[in-house]
């Protein structure tokens, strides 16, 4: 068995390896870089720690993500990365499965996202013998940061000085040529200038000047992050999100984007982490229109997992004008995920709302119509370069609890109830929910942390202090989220229907309500999740859900039985039910 997966890991690398580099590497060249691949993967499986090694189903319904910046928890008398397993320990081991530690490396910029040294933790933030802890009793998630690196960090530097570890693994020209048809999220400069040992050189920037472009065409740049991937199992960190990684190939005179040869570097890897660890999961970030987000699926051989990114925009778009028929557009248009891939659902994190995965559900008009509103709440908006002399909205930046605050028809009392309506939706849905810290407590903008960075992503990555969780008011919002939110996902955690790949289909019931059927793989469970999307009350009755051949169903959430399938029900506001037989 060892030899046929030794032998089928040696062919799949072999045609990954040829598609890659073909017209770039001669033959020898292929085989050595080849053959240097496969040495190094098998030999680097005696240093992993047994616990990452271990065969087991890689998620299942148990599977929800918490989402944090290693220090948005402080506590004075702990190094965040420790006080990150305290609180999951003390408040949320019944709760995550995983934790997603976004970047804890040296960094110059964007908060963790301009990396110095990917083989380092940050000395504040603590040691790698505190992630390993976690590891042993969470999933840890980490960042790749595949498509750049920082300008200040030790392989630019030799890159400047044209010697060194480094020196060749940025993408540079002698010149500025025209760039206009690339695709990109900045508006900033995409070539910038660096004086060089060589004289001076455009370095290609997609994101800022910090963040400057590795070039994957060198097969040096692309062995150096295999390095990194086994360093960090070394270190139990077993889920891979690769960060901005539809930008890592490009090719002059196209979009530079979502390329062929990107999609045969993610199935490189996922054909590297399948062979080291039954526990490994590649989660790719690509923040696109959704046709070309789910491309990196694959033939179920790329990404084990792909962010929703359609799902913020439309899910809460359709909240805040109480009309379920642009979610029931995005969740009819999502093609089911092949066993051994899921989507990753979320309504918050790090970043904005992004607005490019919303152009295929909403219209112009709808959009700015949605800016408009989430200003109205408190939120900014960022913009991207589309070559033209107006920049193009990209993203909104709120705090999720304010952007519940007011719905479009300036309804203002409900925003704690359509905050946890919001939820509800995503943690029914097909796929493996993912929740942001600051979710959790229901935080607001942080205007303060804003006015010191200038950033607009600022406004939701303010900090928490340790000791505020620990003295919650039972009386107070956030706790009244926090224990909501626990108690949705612990209902979550019991069912099959909830599987990541349980079966989903859309209901149509009315624009006011939205509704799914989800069904457990070996179809024996149904639960049927139908949410008020509006201010006022709404009736439905269960004949409408095709409830016949079952005596008795229950709502999960109330514990309420029903014994008559004719019955009628009402719904308060943003009230959510899950109806199922067992």
């Not at 029900?569 to 067992?582: A, C, I, K």
Request: aromatic share 12%.
């Amino acid at each position: 068995m060892a030899e046929n997966k030794k032998e089928n890991l040696e062919k799949r690398v072999n045609q990954h390896i040829d598609r890659i580099y073909e017209g770039i590497l001669n033959s020898d060249e292929l085989t050595q870089l080849t053959g240097s691949i496969l040495s190094k993967i098998i030999d680097s499986q005696h240093e992993l720690p047994k616990h990452i090694t271990q065969e087991g189903e890689p998620w299942s319904e148990r599977t929800i993500v918490l989402i944090t910046y290693a220090d948005t928890i402080n506590d004075k008398n702990n190094l965040p990365i420790n006080t990150i397993n305290n609180f999951l320990h003390g408040h949320a081991k019944d709760f995550f499965e995983i934790v997603h530690i976004l970047p804890f490396f040296p960094s110059s910029s964007d908060t963790g996202f301009s990396v110095m040294d990917y083989y380092t933790i940050y000395h504040k933030f603590g040691q790698w013998n505190d992630i390993l802890k976690i590891s042993k009793d969470f999933g840890v998630m980490a960042d790749v940061v595949i498509n750049h690196g920082s300008s200040q960090g030790k392989w630019f530097n030799n890159f400047i000085k044209g010697k060194g570890k480094g020196h060749d693994y940025f993408l540079n020209f002698d010149e500025k040529f025209d760039v206009s048809k690339v695709i990109r999220p900045r508006t900033s400069d995409l070539l910038n200038s660096f004086d060089t040992s060589a004289g001076e050189k455009f370095v290609w920037c997609t994101f800022s000047k910090d963040q400057v472009d590795f070039n994957f065409s060198k097969p040096v740049v692309l062995y150096e992050f295999i390095e990194i991937i086994i360093f960090y199992l070394t270190k139990g960190i077993t889920v891979f999100r690769f960060d901005a990684v539809a930008f890592i190939w490009k090719k002059i005179g196209t979009r530079c984007i979502n390329l062929d040869k990107t999609h045969e570097i993610v199935r490189l890897f996922r054909t590297l982490l399948t062979y080291l660890s039954p526990k490994a999961i590649l989660v790719t970030e690509t923040n696109t229109p959704a046709r070309e987000n789910v491309s990196y699926f694959g033939n179920a051989n790329e990404a084990h997992w792909i962010y929703n990114f359609s799902l913020p925009p439309i899910l809460i778009y359709s909240i805040l004008c109480g009309d379920s028929s642009y979610l029931e557009k995005l969740t009819m248009s999502m093609p089911p995920s092949q066993l051994g891939t899921s989507y990753l659902n979320f309504i918050a994190s790090h970043d904005g709302i992004g607005l490019r995965p919303a152009e295929s559900f909403l219209s112009q008009d709808e959009i700015y119509r949605f800016i408009e509103q989430m200003e109205n709440n408190g939120g900014k908006v960022s913009y991207r370069s589309n070559n033209t002399d107006t920049p193009e909205p990209y993203e909104i930046n709120i705090s999720l609890y304010d952007a519940m605050t007011v719905s479009f028809n300036k309804e203002s009392n409900l925003g704690l109830e359509r905050f946890i309506c919001i939820h509800a939706i995503m943690l029914s849905l097909e796929g493996v929910p993912a929740l942001y810290i600051h979710s959790l407590f229901g935080t607001k903008n942080d205007y303060e942390l804003f006015d010191k960075t200038g950033q607009n992503r600022s406004l939701n990555r303010g900090k928490i202090k340790y000791k505020d969780i620990e003295l919650l008011d039972k009386s107070k919002n956030q706790t009244k989220i926090f224990n909501k939110l626990k108690t949705l996902s612990n209902i979550r955690k019991r069912q099959r229907a909830f599987h990541p790949n349980a079966v989903q289909f859309t209901l149509h019931l009315g624009k006011n309500l939205y509704g799914i059927w989800r069904q457990s793989l070996d179809k024996k469970q149904s639960i049927f999740c139908i949410s008020n999307l509006t201010d006022k009350d709404v009736g439905l009755s269960l004949l409408d859900l095709n409830l016949i051949g079952f005596d008795e169903w229950e709502d999960l959430i109330s514990q309420k039985k029903f014994h008559d399938v004719s019955m009628k029900l009402t719904l308060t506001p943003y009230q959510t039910v899950w109806l199922t037989n067992l």
